[in-house]
């Protein structure tokens, strides 16, 4: 019998026998070992614990705790939500579940609409099912045999995911109790496995494949964890970010607002588009500081300009067109890359001209469908802090670590300090030759473990193959909000692609022509999106500086209207942004109002204020006020609301 090599995360090595499980290695190490493995990873892929090894593997086993079961206990939720629906109502078909960011789903075709009084039966009868504790086990059909037995059973959405599978993959059943499903796997051993920390969130409606054109079912999200005090932490979470959902402050705020006549685009109001120019306004100097010439490009250029680039090959469905009456085909334009190269290009440049900054707060538009509109954090026209710098190829380190420190620099400005740098690599679709995407994925993944280096392991990095621009490589820059969620934001990109499409070049200092490389970044990222995370992250509680409005002066009589108007007009006079609210209600009314627009100060001021000069300030979030002088307060917020740049 033929033996196979087993490497352990330790580097140790064992020789088993061909076809030997991993189950069996587990309980020849330790019993205990194999009582608490519920998977492995093989080459660092998950594996069903039970099957065979018929070739040279590293191996790790995975305990229902590892960070790597999360994506099992998910997938093992789906089955057992199935099995719960379809024993509570008989008939019903299954489609297909699978696990998606923070949980998974399961697509039915049900004659009856599910009721909001249904989610606690299946969860009751999810917990029966899995207190059960049926052991998952793995058959390979025939296409026959499979197809026969999902038609008998009237389950004909099973039996064209049959006739979907390639010829030559196996088919697999994976056995749960009585209970049985089509599955590519893996699974844990048992549904008990699954534990008690699930839950399901809503319903939704769905159509068969993703079409339109295909018959409509009903889907059940849901979602699971290791532990109870897990699914108890995501739920505060939601709970969180549904109080913190920037569309709803952004009618208390009457910050902006959206309207069907503009899917996907964002209507200012006076207050929303003071605090977009604030964030305009900060880039503009910390970009001009780090040397970049502030440009701007044409919102709309003609198609052939597209598809020598290659965005109409690789981008075209998601970019907006236009045919004028000559005939002539025109884009709007989805990035401002492009359009920089043709600013580059206008004059002659030499290496000594390198690196050549440009940035630009373009006007991008770029397609999305209806259903993935999100407010302001899914939009189809926004605004990208984009810049691009052009150099050699031995500035691309120096460069894209000045770029790294000015990302991270602005990100502490906003209070964002904990933060994952994500190196993604070649697309299947994408342009330029394998020699071009190896030089710029080495030069970006040396960049990445010098920024590693520099930060002492501080900073946490990942990889992620495939997940690249059509370009060029990247390092995307996710960052940690205040209630524990991912925001992915700025990027750096190394595209040794674009300028020589383009035709732009340099003379190099023995007079040839070169092709500079191209450095693509963005910080913000999309500033709607970027403003949308920032009312998320703030709870619309914003620092000073950032305050669309950062004092109301509020008199408590009538009398005292005429210092409330000299106390907002020496505000003015030091910078701050201010209102009077001279309408004849009641302070307490003013008050309430304003903290529901999450005005940071408000300035109460009555006769005696009047008559000492004193304001009574109260601070956003607090029922404590306090009496100061006049000059004293106006210089204390004057000072408070000067943007960190500029301290």
């Known amino acids: 019998m033929s033996e196979v090599t087993i490497t352990f995360p330790d580097g140790k090595q064992r020789q088993v026998a061909s076809g030997t499980t991993g189950l069996e290695i587990a309980k020849s190490i330790s019993p205990s070992l194999a009582k608490r493995t519920v998977a492995m990873q093989l080459d660092g892929a998950l594996a069903d614990i039970a099957d065979p090894i018929t070739s040279d593997a590293s191996i790790n086993f995975v ?76 058959e390979v059909w025939s296409r026959d045999k499979a197809k026969k037995f999902f038609k008998d059973k009237g389950e004909y959405f099973k039996v064209e995911l ?25 699974h844990m051993t048992s549904t008990g496995q699954v534990g008690k920390a699930f839950k399901l969130m809503k319903f939704a409606g769905a159509y068969w494949r993703g079409d339109s054109t295909k018959p409509q079912l009903q889907r059940i999200y849901g ?105 002539r085909v025109f884009c709007c334009k989805p990035m401002n890359c492009p359009g920089h190269v043709q600013i580059y290009k206008h004059g ?16 991008v538009h770029r397609y999305e469908p209806s259903g993935a509109l999100h407010g302001m954090l899914r939009v189809r026209h926004f605004t990208q802090d984009d810049a691009h710098i052009f150099v050699t190829e031995n500035q691309i380190m120096e460069e894209c670590l000045k770029i790294n420190d000015l990302l991270l620099g602005i990100y502490k400005d906003f209070g964002f300090d904990d933060i994952v740098i994500k190196l993604s690599l070649r697309p299947e679709k994408r342009v330029g030759s394998d020699e071009l995407w190896d030089k710029a994925e080495k030069a970006l993944s040396d960049v990445l473990d010098e920024v590693k280096r520099r930060s002492n392991g501080r900073i946490k990095t990942e990889i992620q193959p495939g997940e690249g621009a059509f370009y060029g490589p990247k390092l995307e820059y996710v960052l940690r909000d205040a209630i524990g969620r991912d925001w992915q934001c700025g990027t750096t990109q190394v595209d040794f692609n674009l300028a020589g499409r383009l035709g732009a070049f340099y003379i190099d200092d023995h007079s040839e022509k070169k092709t500079p490389v191209m450095i693509h970044r963005a910080i913000f990222g999309s500033l709607e999106r970027f403003t949308g995370i920032l009312i998320e992250n703030f709870a619309g509680h914003f620092p000073l500086w950032l305050a669309p409005l950062q004092v109301v002066v509020a008199p408590i009589v009538s009398d005292a209207n005429d210092y409330a108007a000299e106390v907002a007009e020496k505000a003015k006079a030091l910078g701050l942004r201010v209102e009077t609210d001279l309408r004849n209600e009641k302070i307490n009314l003013k008050v309430r109002e304003h903290s529901l627009a999450k005005v940071p100060v408000i300035l109460v001021v009555g006769k005696r204020e009047a008559e000492e000069k004193k304001v009574s300030m109260r601070r956003l979030g607090s029922q404590d006020q306090t009496v100061l002088g006049l000059d004293e307060a106006l210089t204390a917020l004057a000072a408070e609301a000067v943007p960190p740049d500029l301290r």
Request: hydrophobic share 35%; glycine share 6%; aromatic share 12%.
């Open 348 to 363: 002659l440049k030499s290496y000594r001209d390198l690196p050549y900054r440009i940035a630009e707060f373009g006007k």
């Open 223 to 327: 979602t699971a964890f290791a532990t109870e005090d897990e699914l108890k932490a995501y739920l505060h979470q939601l709970e969180e970010a549904e109080k913190r959902d920037h569309r709803k402050l952004g009618r208390e705020m009457d910050l902006f607002h959206f309207q069907e006549e503009a899917p996907g685009s964002v209507f200012w109001h006076a207050k929303g588009w003071t605090l977009f120019q604030t964030l305009i306004a900060f880039m503009r100097r910390q970009q001009l500081r780090a040397g970049y010439q502030e440009v701007n490009s044409p919102d709309m250029m003609e198609k052939h300009f597209w598809e020598l680039s290659g965005h109409w090959e690789n981008y075209g469905e998601n970019m907006f067109t236009t045919v004028l009456p000559d005939e």
């Open 162 to 186: 049959v006739d979907a599978i390639p010829e030559g993959q196996d088919l697999k059943i994976y056995k749960q109790g009585d209970w049985l499903d089509l599955c590519r796997g893996p």
């Open 63 to 138: 305990s229902r705790t590892d960070p790597a079961a999360l994506e099992l206990i998910r997938h093992d939720a789906a089955h057992v939500l199935a099995e719960a629906v379809q024993s509570l109502w008989p008939g019903t078909q299954v489609t297909i579940g699978p696990v998606i960011d923070n949980g998974f789903y399961y697509d039915f075709a049900k004659q009856q609409p599910f009721e909001p009084e249904d989610i606690p039966k299946i969860e009751k009868r999810m917990g029966e099912i899995i207190a059960k504790n049926a052991p998952f086990t793995k």
